[in-house]
T-cell receptor, first 111, second 116 residues
C-alpha cells in the first residue's frame, strides 16, 4: 500500500502548548498536503508543500518536508481548544493522479 | 454559498436496497471525487472524474456506479446495499492536476450511510 502513516495516532495537550504531528510516506511525491477534520464534518485543506520546498508557514501552522527521509511534520503553535480535530496528511505520488490519505492523528486540546 | 454540497447528510436503509447520494460543487473545478471513510476514519478514494469522464476507479464493487451529468455534479448510486457499505461518503472537488502535481481538494460535509 502507498498509504502514508501519521504519528502519533492520538495526541492530548493543554491549550497554549505546541502540537507536532508527523507523516511518513513511501515513494517519490509531487507534493504533500495536510487536512483537518472536525468531528462529523468534511476535511478542510490546511497547507500544501511541494517536493522542492522544505518548509511552509500559514498562521500558527508550520509544515516541514524532508524528501530524503520521506517524512513531513505539522506543527501547530499556541494550540487552542478549537484545534481539536483529526489531522491527515495526503500524498500526491508521482505518476498517480490522486491523493493518498494517511490514517490521521487525533488531536485533543484541553482548555 | 456552500462550495461542495452533498445530499442527504444521513441515510439509513436496509440491506438490498438501492440508494443515491448527490454532490454538487460551485467552485468551477473540473475534477470531482468520491471517498469512503470507514469507522476507523481511514479515507479511501473510490472514483475520480475529470470533465465528466471517469479517471480513477479504485477496487470498488460494481454495485457502486458514479454518474456525472455535468462538471459541477457527481452522483453516487449504490445497488443492493450491504452491511459493509455502512460508512461516511465524501464528495470532493479540485482543479485538474498539472505538471506540478495535484491541487488542494475541497470536501463536502459527508453522507453517513447506515445499512441495517
Amino acid at each position: 500500500s502507498q498509504q502514508g502513516e501519521e504519528d502519533p495516532q492520538a495526541l492530548s495537550i493543554q491549550e497554549g502548548e505546541n502540537a507536532t504531528m508527523n507523516c511518513s510516506y513511501k515513494t517519490s511525491i509531487n507534493n504533500l498536503q495536510w487536512y483537518r477534520q472536525n468531528s462529523g464534518r468534511g476535511l478542510v485543506h490546511l497547507i500544501l508543500i511541494r517536493s522542492n520546498e522544505r518548509e511552509k508557514h500559514s498562521g500558527r501552522l508550520r509544515v516541514t518536508l524532508d524528501t530524503s527521509k520521506k517524512s513531513s511534520s505539522l506543527l501547530i503553535t499556541a494550540s487552542r481548544a478549537a484545534d481539536t480535530a483529526s489531522y491527515f496528511c495526503a500524498t500526491d505520488y508521482s505518476g498517480y493522479s490522486t491523493l493518498t490519505f494517511g490514517k490521521g492523528t487525533m488531536l485533543l486540546v484541553s482548555p | 454559498d456552500t462550495a461542495v454540497s452533498q445530499t442527504p447528510k444521513y441515510l439509513v436503509t436496509q440491506m438490498g436496497n438501492d440508494k443515491s447520494i448527490k454532490c454538487e460543487q460551485n467552485l468551477g473545478h473540473d475534477t470531482m471525487y468520491w471517498y469512503k471513510q470507514d469507522s476507523k476514519k481511514f479515507l479511501k478514494i473510490m472514483f475520480s472524474y475529470n470533465n465528466k469522464e471517469l479517471i480513477i476507479n479504485e477496487t470498488v464493487p460494481n454495485r457502486f456506479s458514479p454518474k456525472s451529468p455535468d462538471k459541477a455534479h457527481l452522483n453516487l448510486h449504490i445497488n443492493s446495499l450491504e452491511l459493509g457499505d455502512s460508512a461516511v461518503y465524501f464528495c470532493a472537488s479540485s482543479k485538474t492536476s498539472g505538471r506540478a502535481g495535484s491541487y488542494e481538494q475541497y470536501f463536502g460535509p459527508g453522507t453517513r450511510l447506515t445499512v441495517t
